[in-house]
């Protein structure tokens, strides 16, 4: 596969690149750029952090899961291009130096990164910019105070882009193999030419299927130029979601119409994984502990299937049949998710043993309309209690024509066993997912009474 | 004057624009092989079929090791000599390297391990304390037992008792950068080895052993590691042999570094420990008598899990002064990863211990804990009092240690003589292993942090809001800190530095101490500074070497500045003042009276710059350059016996947490954290406060949130940052206040400074006792948390607190 790229400012042009080839080893085997570091390998550490910018603007992303074909047309900065070309320091780096923000140093150029590009947009929700780096020795304490200084700092001139690389049309490796199109048309036919191909997004999974299952993916079909996928609508009826739109985009649709679904995806991934990842591949990947599948749900969202011209829709929770199994034809995939205009009595509680960034143990979403003090409608769908996303459906039904108090609780005791027999894993007992989902109930209703339940509200 | 400023890390500048290399972003000459391990699948049996073919066969492979290809078996312990580098046929965990492969590229190293075809017979392994308890599967021959005092007699006649368990979880290093090591032949079958090591001279020691070589003809080198924590001291071993082997056998570069998932699969982490305790207590909380029984599990292998298991019991009294104490110490061998060094080496164990019994004395007599740990504190130190007397000389040591070469004796693990250990003389106050606590300092400490941190009225505050409100409860934890420092392995307090002058003044420093982000290299030079009195730039900070430094201890037990500072202190000092007589001569002033200060040498009525002094003396035939050594005094122990004075000193501290729980699904913050500790008379209190500040948020980690969990069959099922949670940025206390405590050691260290890298760890502790304060505030059991207070545990202790069950 050819494709092209600016690196720290310069035109890269590459022959026959391997399409699962990841930045991260390209950049230290290939380039000798050693700056940007292997910490995990799983888009978890941050240490490899690099600033990926388009059209869209700039965004901080995980290397390591980063397919040499994902940066066609875009333009790449590593650590070593944060400093100028006369090896200026950026303000972000002289900061860290002067508020002792690096001790080993090695999570250090992955965290200079995301502050550069935090600076750069003139973020300053420094515990939200880093959440996707960790650092084992600082407490972190010393690289928010360094990044709060340099804050000011104007930004400096290298590190504008200027034009990036004219790429057009579909670009294709010459064994058919992998492909990278340009429109949704594009990739309907390929996808249908090609119904075996693992399609890739954002990466955030595929790229631990290459970096730690170690698999070959011998067919690939790459979406993100598709930027007719990455569309979003809204209209007095509903708010449609383009699946190729990235999480980082979600999270600011989802502020102005749905907020605490917002702040669930605050925490989902990391700055990183949410500039990359999309809305579809978290449906279309049909893991049980997704986190928008439930939201969705609850929310009664409908999902946009298209095979070449043909297309069809159902309701999100009958796309996950069983584990590991949606209603997916092979060469179909996820085109649209479109969620109906509702007034907002959405509240998602996701349930993990650190805040920021990791997977839930329990993603409980809730919407329960009220009227005259007595619940007429209940859609409550869980992630993490079951094989698959799923409603809470004799919970639901003992909810509905109660009244919206104590009593209701109660009412749905036992529907809780009915729906869900949650296993017990490494994230949570079966036990205390079941507990937490009922008692998540209890917070709904004393949150809608005013009592005060959520600690990260809580000041010092 | 160069020391006690807040000066950056030396390589600040490297690490923030990418330039600061580390063992894989060196450059390699060409043909460089890479190297992977493959791995145990059961925790415990044998191999009965394995079947290599297609792991030859595998794209980019050139050579493939088992047990019987190797030079010798190639052991890896840094004790027992019981920890072969390959399997010899016979598993003891998931994740025990059983072959070794070198391929032309890491990726295909990792894809080629993948295609073994390995049958075993698995035996029942051994997972718990309770089964290996039952199995009697331990190190040593039965369980270790320290007493003072008659804790027996005590408790029967105490007016109160509690009894109680309590469980705490191990810790992953998450060291940023995974182990990793680079080999390179030499001529004459010699070896240089880069290694992301704390202990270069045991790389050097294991290396040479493997390959039957003379520690001469090995040499290793260590820049820097990204991130240490104990996690590099001993389990860089066996990457370190795996490359020397390699190289030595192809005559190519070696290189191994772990993938993320096969570094927390195949190495040791900090030791689990169960700790069941018995307290007897008057109704004031006066503490009569504590029965601890610490039982550790240290894994397969012996490893350090036995200076580990000790340094436990050696904390076990943390900052009180109990009258009958007494501490039995199992060491369970189970089908487990083995146990290692981590940051505070058992210490934080043994200390949170004892600050469970004193929360839970507080819970029984309906106190506020604070009260009740000051009235448990040793005395304060006394600077009226007289020295004691230091004592007789020691006698010789009653048992030689092993001598045959097998041992690496700058090792932890090695065995050490039985010491000569005089006993304190009476009406001293003393631990419960009989050492005179003479610097204690921690009434004073907690009475200025308790003023600061406003303890008295958010104490009521505290409890105002959680009568107020009902789901979010609030707890609040204030708890000290004495730790020992020095090598409890005495002969291990030593270290030598290399000091060079060149005629142009410049220096060139180095010692045994490595550089893992602590700042050692920048505190000890700007000691050596101090001594020249040159700006910092005129000393250059090289790489540790064991061709420079021989016979180094590992950079551990907090040690590094103490001894390599003082080292490179006497290396200077030597220098300066041979440049001192023959400057004095040569301008015929007092030698005594030469100054180096502000970058000059004053002799009499002359100012001459370093540079010209240096050049002076190098044209009048002065030898620039000199070793320094130096080692520890005071301290004899014998461990067998649990007497003596295993540390130099106590290094203190105190921090006060408050947190916020949620009581329906057992989340919770860490709202404000407020310390006070004592570096001594700081060497650069920037890089203090920065260990402070990381040591804490690691402490409580540890309680918190990062739990590691094995399945039933031994397979750890948290082996990656996706299900091992480590803090992330937010999870940092909102409000962080970090100070100094304003004083000088007490005792001759070097600048009066104290060791500051494992004391701020246990810091934590009181993240997780203001946790268990605030599920006290649900009912009225006591709470009885376990560590790690995952949220799933917290929820859990609620309802023990709101049932009392």
């Not at chain 1, 050693?34 to 388009?54: F, I, L, R, Y």
């Not at chain 1, 992998?178 to 595929?206: C, F």
């Not at chain 2, 907690?446 to 809001?465: F, N, P």
């Amino acid at each position: 596969m050819d494709i092209s790229f600016l690196l720290n400012g310069e035109r890269v042009e590459l022959r026959g690149v391997s399409p699962t080839r990841t930045a991260l080893d390209w950049l230290r085997e290939e380039r000798g750029l050693t700056g940007t570091k292997e910490g995990c390998n799983e888009g978890d550490c941050g240490a490899c952090t690099v600033m990926v910018s388009d059209a869209r603007g700039s965004r901080a992303v995980n290397a390591c899961i980063l397919f040499l074909p994902q940066l066609h047309g875009k333009a790449l900065r590593t650590v070593e291009g944060i400093s100028g070309p006369g090896g200026e320091m950026h303000p972000v780096q002289e900061a860290m130096v002067s508020h002792h923000g690096s001790q080993c140093g090695f999570c250090t150029p992955g965290f200079v990164v995301s502050m550069a590009n935090a600076h750069l947009r003139g973020d300053t929700d420094y515990d939200d910019a880093l959440s996707g780096n960790l650092c084992r020795c600082t407490g972190y304490a010393p690289i928010v105070r360094a990044a709060e200084a340099a804050a000011e700092a104007p930004v400096p001139g290298w590190m504008d882009e200027g034009a990036l690389p004219e790429v057009a049309g579909t670009v294709s490796s010459r064994d058919m193999t992998a492909h990278v199109p340009d429109s949704a048309d594009e990739l309907a036919e390929l996808a249908a030419r090609h119904p075996n191909a693992t399609l890739v997004a954002g990466a955030t999974d595929v790229g631990l299927w290459v970096t730690k299952q170690l698999r070959d993916l011998p067919e690939v079909i790459f979406l993100n130029r598709c930027r007719d996928l990455q569309e979003i609508e809204v209209t007095d009826e509903a708010i449609r979601i383009g699946a190729g739109v990235t999480m980082d985009r979600v999270l600011d649709l989802m502020r102005v119409h749905f907020p605490s679904y917002a702040e669930m995806l605050r925490r989902y991934g990391s700055g990183q994984v949410r500039a990359a990842a999309t809305i579809g591949g978290n449906i279309a990947n049909g893991s049980p502990i997704g986190d928008n599948p439930p939201v969705l749900i609850a929310l009664g969202a409908r999902l946009h299937l298209r095979y070449r011209d043909t297309r069809r829709e159902m309701a999100m929770e009958h796309f996950f049949l069983d584990y590991g199994k949606q209603d997916r034809y092979p060469g179909e995939f996820v085109e649209t998710i479109e969620i109906p205009r509702q007034p907002d009595r959405l509240r998602v509680y996701k349930l993990s043993k650190r805040f920021d960034q990791d997977i839930s143990a329990v993603c409980g979403a809730f919407n329960i309309q009220v009227e005259d003090g007595t619940v007429t409608g209940a859609r409550i769908a869980f992630g993490g209690m079951a094989g698959i996303p799923k409603r809470a459906e004799a919970v639901e039904a003992a909810l509905v024509g109660k009244p919206w108090n104590d009593e209701a609780v109660v009412a749905a005791w036992d529907g809780w066993e009915a729906d869900f027999q949650p296993m017990s894993d490494m994230r949570a007992s079966s036990e205390y997912r079941l507990l937490a989902a009922r008692n998540m109930l209890t917070r709904y209703l004393l949150e809608d009474l005013g009592a005060a339940t959520n600690v990260r509200e809580v000041r010092p | 004057m160069s020391v006690t400023k807040p000066l950056p890390h030396d390589a600040a500048p490297l690490h923030v624009t990418g330039k600061a290399r580390y063992i894989d972003d060196i450059p390699v000459p060409p043909g460089c092989l890479h190297l992977a391990f493959g791995l145990s699948e059961i925790a415990a049996g044998h191999i009965a079929e394995i079947d290599l073919s297609d792991v030859r066969r595998a794209p980019g492979v050139v050579g493939v090791w088992q047990a019987e290809d190797l030079p010798s078996d190639c052991d890896c312990s840094p004790s027992l000599h019981d920890e072969p580098l390959l399997s010899d046929g016979t598993l003891h965990y998931v994740g025990q390297p059983v072959f070794l492969v070198a391929a032309t590229s890491h990726l295909a190293a990792r894809k080629a391990v993948r295609k073994a075809h390995i049958t075993y017979e698995a035996r029942e392994p051994v997972f718990s304390v309770d089964a290996a308890l039952a199995a009697d599967t331990r190190f040593e021959d039965g369980p270790r037992i320290w007493e003072k005092g008659d804790s027996v007699q005590a408790l029967e006649a105490a007016p109160n008792v509690i009894e109680g368990s309590l469980e705490m979880g191990g810790q992953e290093h998450f060291y940023l950068e995974g182990q990793a090591a680079l080999a390179l032949a030499q001529e004459n079958g010699d070896l240089l080895v880069h290694s992301s090591t704390q202990h270069p001279t045991e790389i050097q020691h294991k290396v040479a052993h493997a390959l039957h070589l003379p520690m001469h003809a090995v040499r290793v080198e260590t820049r820097r590691m990204g991130g240490g924590f104990g996690g590099k001291e001993s389990q860089g071993n066996a990457l370190a042999i795996a490359c020397a082997v390699v190289a030595s056998a192809t005559g190519r570069p070696a290189k191994m570094r772990y993938d993320r998932d096969d570094d927390m699969v195949i190495t040791g982490k900090r030791h689990d420990f169960r700790i069941d305790y018995s307290a007897g207590f008057d109704d004031e909380g006066k503490l009569l008598a504590v029965d601890f029984l610490q039982y550790a599990r240290c894994g397969w292998a012996q490893d350090l899990s036995i200076p580990v298991a000790d340094r436990a019991m050696l904390h076990a009294d943390n900052a009180y002064d109990i009258p009958a104490l007494r501490v039995e110490s199992h060491r369970l061998k189970t089908n487990m990863q083995s146990a290692t060094a981590y940051r505070g080496f058992g210490g934080p164990q043994g200390m949170l211990g004892i600050e469970r019994v004193l929360d839970h004395v507080a819970h029984a007599l309906g106190r506020d804990p604070l009260d009740i740990r000051r009235a448990n504190y040793y005395a304060d130190y006394d600077d009226t009092r007289p020295g004691l007397d230091p004592g007789p000389p020691p006698e010789p040591p009653a048992t030689l240690p092993d001598e045959s070469g097998d041992t690496d004796l700058t090792s932890r693990g090695a065995p050490g003589p039985v010491g000569h250990a005089p006993a304190a003389p009476a009406g001293v106050q003393t631990t419960h292993y009989g050492q005179p606590v003479e610097d204690f300092i921690l009434n004073a400490l907690t009475d200025k942090l308790a003023e600061s941190c406003g303890y008295a009225e958010r104490r009521a505050r505290v409890a105002q809001w959680n009568e107020e409100t009902p789901l979010l409860k609030r707890g609040l934890a204030l708890t000290p800190v004495k730790f020992g420092i020095s090598f409890t392995l005495t002969h291990l307090n030593q270290a030598g530095a290399l000091v060079h002058v060149y005629q142009d003044g410049s220096v060139a420093m180095n010692h045994g101490g490595t550089e893992m982000g602590q700042g050692l290299f920048q505190k000890v030079a700007q000691v050596a500074a101090a001594r020249f009195g040159i700006p910092l730039d005129m000393v250059r900070i090289t790489a540790t070497d064991t061709a420079k430094v021989p016979n180094t201890s590992a950079t551990a037990a907090s040690s590094g500045s103490d001894l390599n500072g003082m080292a490179v202190q006497v290396a200077c000092d030597t220098i300066r003042d041979r440049m001192a007589e023959h400057l004095a001569t040569l301008y015929q002033a007092d030698a005594a009276e030469v100054l180096f200060a502000d970058g000059y040498v004053h002799v009499g009525e002359e100012s001459l710059s370093f540079a010209e002094a240096a050049k002076l003396c190098y044209e009048g035939r002065v030898s620039l350059s000199s070793t320094g050594f130096y080692k520890t005094p005071k301290v004899e122990w014998d461990r067998i016996r649990g007497q003596g004075r295993p540390f130099y000193y106590f290094a203190y501290g105190a921090a006060c947490t408050e947190v916020v729980l949620d009581t329906l699904t057992g989340e919770y913050r860490i709202l404000r954290t407020d310390i006070l500790h004592d570096a001594g008379s700081s060497l650069n209190p920037a890089l203090d406060i920065g260990q402070i500040e990381g040591g804490y948020v690691q402490g409580a980690g540890w309680l918190t949130t990062e739990e590691l969990v094995w399945d039933d069959k031994g397979r750890l099922r948290t082996h990656a940052p996706s299900t091992y949670k480590i803090p992330a940025c937010s999870d940092r206390p909102e409000i962080f206040n970090v100070a100094l405590w304003d004083g000088r050691n007490v005792e001759e260290t070097v600048y009066r400074s104290k060791a500051v890298g494992e004391p701020p760890f246990m810091l934590g502790i009181s993240a997780f006792l203001a946790l268990s304060d605030a599920i006290g505030a649900c009912g009225e059991a006591y709470p009885a948390l376990d560590a790690p207070a995952t949220p799933e545990r917290v929820l859990m202790a609620i309802r023990k607190a709101q049932d009392g069950v």
